[in-house]
T-cell receptor
Framework: GESVGLHLPTLSVQEGDNSIINCAYSNSASDYFIWYKQESGKGPQFIIDIRSNMDKRQGQRVTVLLNKTVKHLSLQIAATQPGDSAVYFCAENRVVYSGAGSYQLTFGKGTKLSVIP | GAVVSQHPSRVICKSGTSVKIECRSLDFQATTMFWYRQFPKQSLMLMATSNEGSKATYEQGVEKDKFLINHASLTLSTLTVTSAHPEDSSFYIC???????????FGPGTRLTVT
């Protein structure tokens, strides 16, 4: 099930089940979204991205869904494995000022995924 | 994908001293580098953005005189934490971006502990 900890929501799933991690973003002008996986003591690792002109994108065992109406993003992991245990962050690409490349990523709060063997 | 390295991976320093963290893009030219700070069980918070050869742009609430950023070349940026205090203890992560396709690549992070 899903619970909210002191700082970081936690999602526990049984190995082999599907996982769904949710994220709400704040800026309706954001046009690019990315999901990152962060293992303990390491930097964020790119998983999958999606542009605002799409509502779904699939990768290997992962699917990202984007609902611009309610500013909601989700990451679905199929057949979750112990190696999927990590903290997952969504990030929105926000334009800072006009000009090429003038944007920055803003990270969501993150969700800790724990896979029960 | 492109590789970004950080050095050191861990550092312990005494209160009042300064410590420098290096961030390198190994196989591409990083026109823009970002420095993030992450406290335990929290998200990444952007501290500053630097473009090669220009002064860094700091986020609100980040002291530019305390966190000195130098982006002197297209492959190297440094973050110097001056007069470190225990509350500066954190995980510092750099990120680098080239000219195109604007993807951002993250380093492995540096764990700073100030005693």
């Amino acid at each position: 099930g899903e619970s909210v900890g002191l700082h970081l929501p936690t999602l526990s799933v049984q190995e082999g089940d599907n996982s769904i991690i949710n994220c709400a973003y704040s800026n309706s002008a954001s046009d690019y979204f990315i999901w990152y996986k962060q293992e303990s003591g390491k930097g964020p690792q790119f998983i999958i991205d999606i542009r605002s002109n799409m509502d779904k994108r699939q990768g290997q065992r992962v699917t990202v869904l984007l609902n611009k109406t309610v500013k909601h993003l989700s990451l679905q992991i199929a057949a979750t494995q112990p190696g999927d245990s990590a903290v997952y962050f969504c990030a929105e690409n926000r334009v800072v000022y006009s000009g090429a490349g003038s944007y920055q990523l803003t990270f969501g709060k993150g969700t800790k995924l724990s896979v029960i063997p | 994908g492109a590789v970004v390295s950080q050095h050191p991976s861990r550092v312990i320093c005494k209160s009042g001293t300064s410590v420098k963290i290096e961030c390198r893009s190994l196989d591409f030219q990083a026109t823009t580098m970002f420095w993030y700070r992450q406290f335990p069980k929290q998200s990444l918070m952007l501290m500053a953005t630097s473009n090669e050869g220009s002064k860094a742009t700091y986020e609100q609430g980040v002291e530019k005189d305390k966190f000195l950023i130098n982006h002197a070349s297209l492959t190297l940026s440094t973050l110097t934490v001056t007069s470190a205090h225990p509350e500066d203890s954190s995980f510092y992560i750099c990120s680098a971006r080239g000219n195109w396709p604007y993807e951002q690549y993250f380093g492995p992070g540096t764990r700073l502990t100030v005693t």
